[in-house]
């Protein structure tokens, strides 16, 4: 058994019930998907509109494939009829754009709306303050094209597990906020996306029920 194989199968032994693998498969070949899917890996995540269509086109329809890169606005179109859930809605009007691009095909997508709380500036997405107001006023019934299920993001990149910790503990916290508004959908308002291969378990200590797990599987990617 090769590699990415065993890696899936012990991760889906090791990881607790109720905690969703996302194989984030970005920078690698069909054959590595292929050898995951044989593995019954079914939820891939991908960062480049381009890549993710690609893929799409050639291998297995069952596969369900997240985008979790920063998605410009030009590329959603692209990408719609091939993904299952876009995990990295950083603004309004790449919501706004979301729903409206879902529309003209006639579906619903599920989006997962991105917390920013990492040192580094580079980072995309809304502060919790922001997306605390940002549901708050905007009225989200008017996207009828879009079902809001939950809240994505990242820790800073730092070998300090105390900042981690509290990293992951300002996303919960936002999810847990919003979930406390009450808002019309909330039933399927469930999804903390957090942890990667490095820091999943500390997410999953702090309340993630979804984690993007890349190298660990994959390897380094070759950019
Ligand atoms: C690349 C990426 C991952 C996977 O990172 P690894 O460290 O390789 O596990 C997870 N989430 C996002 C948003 C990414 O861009």
């Not at 109720?18 to 590595?32: N, Q």
């Not at 709380?117 to 006023?137: H, N, R």
């Not at 070998?159 to 406390?180: C, H, L």
Request: glycine letters at 6%; aromatic letters at 6%; charged letters at 20%.
């Amino acid at each position: 058994m090769g590699h990415i194989s065993q890696t899936i199968k012990s991760l889906h032994s090791s990881l607790p019930q109720g905690v969703e693998l996302v194989a984030v498969s970005k920078f690698h070949p069909a054959e590595a998907i292929t050898e995951a899917y044989e593995a019954s890996q079914r939820v891939f995540g991908e960062s480049r509109a381009t890549e993710l269509v690609d893929k799409a086109k050639t291998l297995p329809t069952d596969i369900k494939w997240h985008f979790i890169g920063h998605l410009q606005t030009n590329k959603v179109r692209m990408i719609m009829p091939h993904v299952s859930l876009i995990q990295s809605v950083d603004s309004e009007r790449l919501l706004r754009l979301i729903n409206a691009e879902a529309a003209r095909i006639d579906r619903v997508i599920d989006v997962l709306l991105q917390v920013h709380v990492a040192q580094e500036e580079t980072k995309f997405g809304f502060t919790p303050q922001e997306l605390i107001d940002l549901m708050s006023t905007c009225d989200v019934t008017a996207f009828d094209n879009v079902r809001i299920v939950g809240v994505m993001g990242m820790a800073s990149n730092t070998d300090d597990d105390t900042r981690v910790e509290s990293d992951f503990k300002a996303i919960a916290q936002t999810f847990n906020d919003i979930k406390a508004l009450n808002l019309p959908g909330n039933e399927h308002f469930t999804v903390i996306s957090m942890g990667m291969s490095d820091d999943h378990q500390l997410a999953i200590k702090h309340g993630s029920n979804m984690v993007r797990i890349g190298s660990t599987i994959f390897g380094n990617r070759q950019y």
